[in-house]
């Protein structure tokens, strides 16, 4: 089977896949609908009941859940394969926890409420701060980029952003610590179609930039000499790459909170199964963060009935034996 043949089948895969997925969450909630009912309410013919909640309710918010799923997948995709290293992922490197600093601040200022683009921007800028300390450190020790020092460096600011955050929010009003606590937990709740336009304007042109520099990424991956011998330019390829992940994580948690382990999870399940080249991962990533989110939204808002789960437990009550199995396994079976 050529290439071009074996991508087309894995994308029409877990395309189909992400539909069922998307059918499936259309259909739970707290009103349960048919199959049937379903496509009369997309139609704009079916019960005006049913049509309010999937046009006002339920499409935004799996579209969301769906785009943040395939970027933040994405973004773990991209940080593995350059910084070689199986654990990398935002989560871990600090990014979210930037991003999610520059969100509360924008909560707690009220900001937020004043202008459209403050949270994402602040989120953006937060994110940008923190992987640029990150790199700051790593490279101060040793005086070159070591992963794990860089791996390391992530989870210790991450850990100090998050003190900050909690010191921020210590002195803010109680609306505002409700409003930041219940961001920070990760939900969907507060989908919208402006959240969603916001999100494909971003992942969609995100992706194209990242599926050009999937060669550039495999290259990088055998060395950075043979890379630059083979055409590539290093340092340009390395910086897009990076700015993009980021802005995919900084966008994902400016709308949806802090999600951990997708970016962890997805690209490594791909690669078990399917390989480490990047032309072909990078699309299947994007689709598989996709249904794996918008399945575990599903889950979080359906399993303990009237009580929606914050989707970041979700997430973690997977990602989190996987993480550990990772951990565990010997340095020849991981596949980069």
């Not at 029409?12 to 009369?40: F, N, Y």
């Amino acid at each position: 089977m050529t290439r071009a043949a074996s991508l087309a089948w894995r994308v029409t895969l877990l395309g189909i896949l992400l539909v069922l997925t998307l059918l499936t969450a259309l259909r739970l909630g707290a009103v349960q609908l048919t199959s049937s009912e379903v496509v009369h309410a997309l139609l704009g013919d079916g019960d005006i009941a049913h049509v309010n909640i999937l046009h006002e309710l339920r499409l935004p918010r799996a579209f969301q859940a769906a785009l943040v799923g395939a970027a933040l997948a994405l973004s773990g995709t991209t940080y593995q394969a350059l910084l070689r290293n199986p654990l990398a992922e935002p989560y871990v490197l600090g990014v979210s926890s930037g991003a999610a600093f520059g969100a509360v601040l924008s909560v707690v200022t009220g900001w937020s409420l004043h202008f459209v683009w403050a949270l994402p921007s602040t989120a953006f800028v937060g994110a940008v701060l923190s992987m640029l300390l990150v790199f700051r450190i790593a490279y101060s020790v040793g005086q070159r980029l070591d992963t794990r020092v860089l791996l390391l460096a992530g989870v210790v600011v991450g850990a100090f952003l998050s003190a900050c955050i909690w010191l921020v929010l210590t002195f803010a009003n109680d609306e505002s610590v409700r409003t930041a606590i219940y961001w920070m937990m990760g939900s969907h709740s507060g989908a919208s179609w402006r959240s969603v336009t916001v999100l494909a304007v971003t992942v969609l042109p995100a992706f194209v930039v990242l599926l050009w520099l999937a060669r550039a990424l495999n290259l990088l991956a055998i060395g950075e000499a043979t890379a630059a011998y083979l055409g590539i330019e290093v340092e340009r390829a390395k910086w897009i790459a990076f700015f993009t992940a980021t802005l995919l994580t900084a966008v994902s948690v400016s709308m949806s909170g802090t999600i951990g382990f997708v970016g962890l999870v997805v690209p490594h399940a791909l690669r078990l199964v399917w390989g480490g080249d990047n032309q072909m991962l990078i699309p299947t990533a994007g689709l598989a963060g996709a249904v794996f989110l918008v399945a575990a939204d599903t889950a979080a808002r359906t399993v303990a009935g009237a009580n929606e789960l914050p989707i970041g437990v979700v997430t973690a009550l997977v990602g989190v034996p996987c993480f550990v199995w990772l951990l565990r396994r010997p340095a020849s079976q991981r596949v980069l």
